[in-house]
Structure formats: C-alpha cells, structure tokens
C-alpha cells in the first residue's frame, strides 16, 4: 500500500511524463466565430508602429463580463488577424478596466487553461504575458487568482525546467522574453507577489520546485 502510495505521488508529482510536451490540436474558438459575426466593436488600424486596434466604442464602456472571457478565449488562437486581436484587445481592456476586472476573474479560468492546454509554446508565453498583465491589472486580482492555481498551474509544472535555445550561441527568444522557463519563473514571482500570504504556499503545492521570490 505504501510503495502503491509513493508511485501515485511519483505519478502526480514527478517528472513530467512521456508525452507532457507534446502539443494539442487548436480548436475553432468562440472568440473567432464572434469575431467573423461583426460581434466585437473592433477595426485593425496600422501605422508606423505596427498594427494597432481601432476601438469603435470607449473600453472603459464595455461590458467586461460579456467581452473580456470572449478575448481570452482568442488566447488558443494562431492565426492572423484573430491572435492579434485577442491578445491586444485583453491587454487594451486589462489597461482600461479598473474595478470591473476582477468580478470577472471566474469566467477567465476556463479560457486560461484552454490556452495552456494546447502546450503549444507560443501560445503559453502569450497567455504568461497576459497573466502578469491581469496580476497587476487592478486589487486583489492576484488574491482572487489563488483558488484557481490547480487549474492553471500545472502546464507550467510542465515547463518549467524547459530553456530554449536556438543553438547559435545566441538565445533570440531571451529578446522578446519568450525563453519560457525563464517566464514561467517570472510569472510564479508575480503570483507571489500579489497573491497574499497563501500564494506562496499554494504555488510549491502546485510546483514543488519552485524557489520564493
């Protein structure tokens, strides 16, 4: 019973099995059906810069427990235009929001952990980027990010101890912070940081490997 025990907590806290890194199929998202709709208040608008969102209504007047899940749900997307206007309209909308964020924090899980899910790399240090955004975003976000670290957590568990390089010597990926080791890191920090005196804890329950900040 006890040797049945030890290999159980092997099998769930140990090295990430055969097959953990593998990525899954995307799926056609809610964000892109609403979007092909005309259902978002949206337009691209380019300049020297680069590509920006044209916004037709004022952000601090949307409905944020309507529009903010559905952009989170674009996190699983891939493909132009539908992955700019995801991530750029969450970041434009976390920018905005205020106290209207985190009454919405529940109906943001689902989407989190779908993007996670895909282990695509990509698309998990798109969706860490927009975590720490949503931490920082407004009071007691971090808080109310706590009970949902079972759900997020442990495709970062996954990845953790994963650094890539490109094998020249030089690792471009450090440059646009997309060494995903080194964001997952980041990003627990963060939790840490805003989560309260319960995040830490719950972080290494999740990451046993995980160092406080």
Same mark, same amino acid.
């Given at each position: 019973?006890?040797?049945?025990?030890?290999?159980?907590?092997?099998?769930?806290?140990?090295? !990430? +099995?055969?097959?953990?890194?593998?990525?899954?199929? %995307?799926? &056609?998202?809610? /964000?892109?059906?609403?979007?092909?709709?005309? $259902?978002?208040?949206?337009?691209?608008?380019?300049?020297?810069?680069?590509?920006?969102?044209?916004?037709?209504?004022?952000?601090?007047?949307?409905?944020?427990?309507?529009?903010? !899940? +559905?952009?989170?749900?674009?996190?699983?997307?891939? %493909?132009? &235009?539908?992955? /700019?206007?995801?991530?750029?309209?969450?970041? $434009?909308?976390?920018?905005?929001?205020?106290?209207?964020?985190?009454?919405?924090?529940?109906?943001?899980?689902?989407?989190?952990?779908?993007?996670?899910?895909?282990?695509?790399?990509?698309?998990?240090?798109?969706?860490?980027?927009?975590?720490?955004?949503?931490?920082?975003?407004?009071?007691?976000?971090?808080?109310?990010?706590?009970?949902?670290?079972?759900?997020?957590?442990?495709?970062?568990?996954?990845?953790?101890?994963?650094?890539?390089?490109?094998?020249?010597?030089?690792?471009?990926?450090?440059?646009?912070?997309?060494?995903?080791?080194?964001?997952?890191?980041?990003?627990?920090?963060?939790?840490?940081?805003?989560?309260?005196?319960?995040?830490?804890?719950?972080?290494?329950?999740?990451?046993?490997?995980?160092?406080?900040?």
């Amino acid at each position: 019973f006890f040797f049945f025990l030890c290999l159980v907590f092997f099998q769930v806290r140990g090295p !990430p +099995l055969a097959g953990a890194f593998k990525e899954r199929p %995307t799926k &056609p998202t809610l /964000f892109r059906k609403f979007y092909e709709r005309g $259902d978002f208040p949206i337009a691209l608008d380019h300049d020297t810069k680069g590509n920006k969102i044209n916004w037709k209504v004022e952000i601090e007047k949307l409905d944020y427990h309507y529009y903010l !899940p +559905l952009f989170f749900d674009g996190l699983s997307e891939m %493909t132009f &235009p539908y992955d /700019f206007f995801a991530r750029q309209g969450i970041h $434009d909308m976390l920018e905005h929001g205020g106290n209207k964020i985190l009454p919405v924090i529940p109906e943001l899980i689902i989407p989190i952990k779908n993007a996670l899910s895909l282990r695509n790399r990509q698309i998990i240090c798109v969706t860490l980027k927009v975590l720490q955004h949503l931490v920082m975003s407004a009071d007691m976000v971090g808080e109310a990010l706590v009970p949902y670290y079972r759900q997020i957590l442990p495709v970062l568990n996954i990845f953790k101890n994963m650094n890539v390089n490109t094998g020249d010597g030089i690792d471009y990926s450090q440059q646009k912070r997309e060494n995903i080791g080194d964001l997952i890191q980041e990003t627990l920090e963060i939790f840490e940081r805003y989560g309260g005196e319960n995040a830490s804890i719950n972080i290494k329950y999740m990451i046993p490997t995980y160092e406080s900040c």
